[in-house]
């Protein structure tokens, strides 16, 4: 009866330590000759970010500075006439 039960154990072991050994030589084997892959995740964004920013500044449309001043004046003397006109209604 124990003879059975010590050869079963002996079995598993063996077993194991087959399993065991495969594995380690395939680990070896794998780290030895490959490459490995790593990814780059901060150069990467900061390319796509370079990337989308060039895109904008093409896509914008460049303005003469004449134009952009009398609109700035128009602008700003029309926030001013409502800022006045809300003040006076609020008082």
Known sequence: ????????????????LIIYLFHSI???????YSTK???DLVN????????????LQENIPQKSYQNTSI????????MDNDLTNFMQNEL
Do not use: A, P, R
Not at 44 to 55: L, S
């Open 44 to 55: 990467t964004q900061i390319d796509k970010y370079k990337k989308i920013i060039h895109e």
């Open 71 to 78: 609109l700035n004046e128009e602008i700003l003397e029309s």
């Open 26 to 32: 395939w680990t070896y084997l794998k780290d030895t």
């Open 1 to 16: 009866m124990y003879t059975i039960i010590l050869g079963i154990c002996i079995k598993i072991f063996v077993c194991l």
């Open 37 to 39: 892959k790593t990814k």
